[in-house]
Protein backbone atom coordinates (compact mmCIF):
# COMPACT_ATOMS: atom_id res chain seq x y z
CA UNK A 1 0.00 0.00 0.00
CA UNK A 2 2.97 2.33 0.67
CA UNK A 3 5.16 1.48 -2.26
CA UNK A 4 3.54 4.54 -4.19
CA UNK A 5 4.02 6.91 -1.01
CA UNK A 6 8.18 6.68 -1.55
CA UNK A 7 8.24 7.18 -5.22
CA UNK A 8 5.72 10.04 -6.08
CA UNK A 9 3.02 12.52 -4.51
CA UNK A 10 -0.48 11.12 -3.68
CA UNK A 11 -3.00 13.04 -4.23
CA UNK A 12 -5.03 13.95 -1.78
CA UNK A 13 -8.27 11.41 -2.02
CA UNK A 14 -5.83 8.52 -1.81
CA UNK A 15 -4.73 9.93 1.16
CA UNK A 16 -8.26 10.59 2.84
CA UNK A 17 -9.13 6.95 1.86
CA UNK A 18 -6.17 5.22 3.77
CA UNK A 19 -6.24 7.37 6.59
CA UNK A 20 -10.70 6.48 6.63
CA UNK A 21 -8.97 2.67 6.80
CA UNK A 22 -6.24 3.08 9.39
CA UNK A 23 -9.20 5.07 11.82
CA UNK A 24 -11.29 2.09 10.99
CA UNK A 25 -8.90 -1.02 11.83
CA UNK A 26 -7.23 0.81 14.77
CA UNK A 27 -10.39 2.53 15.83
CA UNK A 28 -10.56 0.34 19.17
CA UNK A 29 -7.19 1.44 20.12
CA UNK A 30 -7.15 5.36 18.90
CA UNK A 31 -10.38 6.17 20.98
CA UNK A 32 -9.21 5.74 24.48
CA UNK A 33 -6.25 7.56 23.41
CA UNK A 34 -8.54 10.74 22.03
CA UNK A 35 -10.92 10.42 24.68
CA UNK A 36 -7.83 11.12 27.19
CA UNK A 37 -7.27 14.52 24.93
CA UNK A 38 -10.24 15.79 23.99
CA UNK A 39 -12.45 15.24 27.14
CA UNK A 40 -10.58 16.95 29.68
CA UNK A 41 -9.73 19.64 26.68
CA UNK A 42 -13.44 20.72 25.82
CA UNK A 43 -14.72 20.34 29.12
CA UNK A 44 -11.91 22.97 30.18
CA UNK A 45 -12.66 25.32 27.26
CA UNK A 46 -16.63 24.98 27.87
CA UNK A 47 -16.15 25.83 31.18
CA UNK A 48 -14.03 28.85 30.40
CA UNK A 49 -16.64 29.95 27.54
CA UNK A 50 -19.48 29.93 30.26
CA UNK A 51 -17.91 32.44 32.30
CA UNK A 52 -17.21 35.01 29.72
CA UNK A 53 -19.19 37.70 28.37
CA UNK A 54 -19.09 38.07 24.67
CA UNK A 55 -20.80 41.18 24.56
CA UNK A 56 -17.99 42.75 26.98
CA UNK A 57 -15.24 45.20 24.89
CA UNK A 58 -12.44 43.63 27.23
CA UNK A 59 -9.92 41.23 26.08
CA UNK A 60 -10.54 37.75 27.60
CA UNK A 61 -7.23 36.71 28.59
CA UNK A 62 -7.96 34.05 30.62
CA UNK A 63 -9.46 31.94 27.06
CA UNK A 64 -6.32 33.05 25.45
CA UNK A 65 -4.26 31.40 27.66
CA UNK A 66 -6.01 28.68 27.84
CA UNK A 67 -6.84 28.14 23.70
CA UNK A 68 -3.05 28.83 23.54
CA UNK A 69 -1.96 25.79 26.38
CA UNK A 70 -4.08 23.65 24.62
CA UNK A 71 -2.61 24.33 21.34
CA UNK A 72 0.87 24.65 21.94
CA UNK A 73 0.88 21.46 24.87
CA UNK A 74 -2.22 19.23 24.13
CA UNK A 75 -2.83 18.97 20.54
CA UNK A 76 0.53 18.01 19.25
CA UNK A 77 0.25 15.29 21.39
CA UNK A 78 -2.20 14.11 18.76
CA UNK A 79 -0.34 14.80 15.81
CA UNK A 80 2.22 12.61 17.35
CA UNK A 81 -0.11 9.81 18.18
CA UNK A 82 -1.32 9.70 14.94
CA UNK A 83 2.12 10.14 13.20
CA UNK A 84 3.23 6.61 15.50
CA UNK A 85 0.37 5.22 13.99
CA UNK A 86 1.20 5.82 10.68
CA UNK A 87 4.78 4.62 10.93
CA UNK A 88 3.36 1.40 12.67
CA UNK A 89 0.98 0.86 9.87
CA UNK A 90 4.01 2.04 7.40
CA UNK A 91 6.49 -0.67 8.92
CA UNK A 92 3.74 -3.58 9.22
CA UNK A 93 3.46 -3.19 12.89
CA UNK A 94 0.57 -3.49 14.89
CA UNK A 95 -0.59 -0.61 17.01
CA UNK A 96 -0.63 -0.61 20.66
CA UNK A 97 -2.06 1.71 22.89
CA UNK A 98 1.08 1.43 25.20
CA UNK A 99 2.92 2.76 21.87
CA UNK A 100 1.21 5.61 21.26
CA UNK A 101 1.26 6.72 24.55
CA UNK A 102 4.93 6.68 24.79
CA UNK A 103 5.43 8.28 21.24
CA UNK A 104 3.24 11.30 22.56
CA UNK A 105 3.36 11.64 26.48
CA UNK A 106 6.75 10.17 26.67
CA UNK A 107 8.38 12.42 24.01
CA UNK A 108 6.51 15.69 25.52
CA UNK A 109 9.06 17.66 27.01
CA UNK A 110 10.11 17.54 23.16
CA UNK A 111 7.09 17.78 21.45
CA UNK A 112 6.53 20.92 23.57
CA UNK A 113 9.84 22.28 22.86
CA UNK A 114 9.19 22.42 18.88
CA UNK A 115 6.05 23.32 19.46
CA UNK A 116 6.72 26.50 21.37
CA UNK A 117 9.79 27.32 18.95
CA UNK A 118 7.14 26.26 15.76
CA UNK A 119 4.39 29.10 17.44
CA UNK A 120 7.35 31.27 18.24
CA UNK A 121 8.08 31.84 14.39
CA UNK A 122 4.48 31.82 13.51
CA UNK A 123 3.76 34.39 15.81
CA UNK A 124 6.26 36.65 15.12
CA UNK A 125 5.69 36.46 11.39
CA UNK A 126 1.93 37.04 12.20
CA UNK A 127 3.29 40.78 12.45
CA UNK A 128 3.16 40.83 8.62
CA UNK A 129 1.14 38.27 7.48
CA UNK A 130 2.89 36.56 4.62
CA UNK A 131 5.64 35.86 6.99
CA UNK A 132 3.15 33.97 9.58
CA UNK A 133 1.85 31.78 6.67
CA UNK A 134 5.49 30.98 5.74
CA UNK A 135 6.82 29.63 8.44
CA UNK A 136 3.80 28.22 9.21
CA UNK A 137 4.21 25.74 6.14
CA UNK A 138 8.38 25.47 6.55
CA UNK A 139 8.21 24.21 10.14
CA UNK A 140 5.09 22.77 9.39
CA UNK A 141 6.24 19.17 9.92
CA UNK A 142 8.43 19.42 12.80
CA UNK A 143 5.90 17.77 15.73
CA UNK A 144 5.78 14.87 12.77
CA UNK A 145 9.85 14.47 12.74
CA UNK A 146 10.16 14.67 16.83
CA UNK A 147 8.13 10.76 16.30
CA UNK A 148 9.12 9.91 12.90
CA UNK A 149 13.30 10.68 13.08
CA UNK A 150 13.29 11.62 17.13
CA UNK A 151 14.68 14.91 16.50
CA UNK A 152 13.89 17.84 18.62
CA UNK A 153 14.41 21.74 18.61
CA UNK A 154 15.93 23.28 16.37
CA UNK A 155 17.16 20.09 14.45
CA UNK A 156 13.48 19.13 13.65
CA UNK A 157 12.44 22.57 12.74
CA UNK A 158 15.67 22.47 10.02
CA UNK A 159 14.94 19.43 8.85
CA UNK A 160 10.92 20.24 8.19
CA UNK A 161 12.56 23.28 6.13
CA UNK A 162 14.44 20.78 4.10
CA UNK A 163 11.58 18.41 3.47
CA UNK A 164 9.54 21.96 2.34
CA UNK A 165 12.21 23.09 0.05
CA UNK A 166 11.20 23.47 -3.14
CA UNK A 167 7.27 22.18 -2.68
CA UNK A 168 6.34 25.32 -0.66
CA UNK A 169 2.90 25.80 -2.77
CA UNK A 170 2.36 22.52 -2.98
CA UNK A 171 2.49 21.63 0.46
CA UNK A 172 0.68 24.64 1.23
CA UNK A 173 -2.44 23.99 -0.75
CA UNK A 174 -2.56 19.85 0.63
CA UNK A 175 -2.68 21.22 4.33
CA UNK A 176 -5.05 23.69 3.63
CA UNK A 177 -7.54 21.83 1.64
CA UNK A 178 -7.22 19.11 4.59
CA UNK A 179 -7.45 21.84 6.73
CA UNK A 180 -10.42 23.54 4.99
CA UNK A 181 -12.16 19.43 5.19
CA UNK A 182 -11.80 19.29 8.65
CA UNK A 183 -13.70 23.25 9.53
CA UNK A 184 -16.17 21.86 6.89
CA UNK A 185 -16.57 18.41 8.96
CA UNK A 186 -17.16 20.40 12.02
CA UNK A 187 -19.28 22.39 11.04
CA UNK A 188 -21.53 19.41 9.67
CA UNK A 189 -21.36 18.03 13.25
CA UNK A 190 -22.91 21.94 14.30
CA UNK A 191 -25.41 22.65 12.07
CA UNK A 192 -26.59 18.88 11.99
CA UNK A 193 -26.16 17.40 15.35
CA UNK A 194 -25.31 20.30 18.09
CA UNK A 195 -27.75 22.77 17.06
CA UNK A 196 -31.27 21.15 16.61
CA UNK A 197 -30.44 19.12 20.01
CA UNK A 198 -29.70 22.48 21.65
CA UNK A 199 -32.92 24.03 19.88
CA UNK A 200 -34.81 21.39 21.89
CA UNK A 201 -33.47 21.71 25.07
CA UNK A 202 -35.36 25.34 24.51
CA UNK A 203 -33.64 28.09 27.32
CA UNK A 204 -29.91 26.93 27.18
CA UNK A 205 -28.93 29.74 29.83
CA UNK A 206 -31.86 29.28 32.23
CA UNK A 207 -33.27 25.83 34.05
CA UNK A 208 -31.85 23.86 30.48
CA UNK A 209 -28.50 24.89 30.83
CA UNK A 210 -26.68 21.74 32.34
CA UNK A 211 -28.32 20.07 29.54
CA UNK A 212 -26.94 22.46 26.85
CA UNK A 213 -23.51 21.99 28.46
CA UNK A 214 -24.11 18.63 28.14
CA UNK A 215 -24.83 18.69 24.62
CA UNK A 216 -22.16 20.90 23.83
CA UNK A 217 -19.73 18.98 25.72
CA UNK A 218 -20.80 15.75 23.97
CA UNK A 219 -20.99 16.76 20.39
CA UNK A 220 -17.39 18.44 20.77
CA UNK A 221 -15.95 15.36 22.09
CA UNK A 222 -17.62 13.40 19.28
CA UNK A 223 -16.75 16.12 16.67
CA UNK A 224 -12.70 15.81 17.71
CA UNK A 225 -12.74 12.27 17.79
CA UNK A 226 -13.72 11.90 14.36
CA UNK A 227 -11.68 14.32 13.01
CA UNK A 228 -8.27 12.70 14.20
CA UNK A 229 -9.06 10.93 10.40
CA UNK A 230 -7.77 14.46 9.12
CA UNK A 231 -4.88 14.41 11.71
CA UNK A 232 -4.11 10.80 10.16
CA UNK A 233 -4.42 11.90 6.73
CA UNK A 234 -1.59 14.83 7.93
CA UNK A 235 0.93 12.34 9.14
CA UNK A 236 0.18 10.54 6.03
CA UNK A 237 0.98 13.65 3.68
CA UNK A 238 4.52 14.26 6.42
CA UNK A 239 5.52 10.27 5.42
CA UNK A 240 4.99 11.06 1.94
CA UNK A 241 6.68 14.33 1.74
CA UNK A 242 9.34 12.50 3.65
CA UNK A 243 9.86 9.66 1.39
CA UNK A 244 9.70 11.32 -1.55
CA UNK A 245 12.29 13.98 -0.11
CA UNK A 246 14.39 11.77 0.37
CA UNK A 247 14.37 9.79 -3.08
CA UNK A 248 15.35 13.00 -4.54
Same mark, same amino acid.
Given at each position: ???????????????????????????? $? !??????? #??????? &???????? +???????????????????????????????????RCSVEGKPLTYDEMMTASFGNWARILTVSI????? $? !??????? #??????? &???????? +?????????????????????????????????????????NMVIIYLIQLPLLSMVG??????????????????????????????????????????????
Open positions: MYNEFKVKRIPLFQILTIALRLLRDNFK $V !ILPFVLL #IFVPVNV &IISLISVD +LDITAKEVHWQSIWAMAIVSIGILPLVTAAMTHLVLYYMF $V !IIGAIII #IPAIFYG &IVYYFAIF +LVVATEKSGFGALRESATIVKGRFWYIFSMVLRIGILKICFDINGTNASAAYGISLVTSVLSDTFCVVFDIACALFFYNMLFTKQEQ
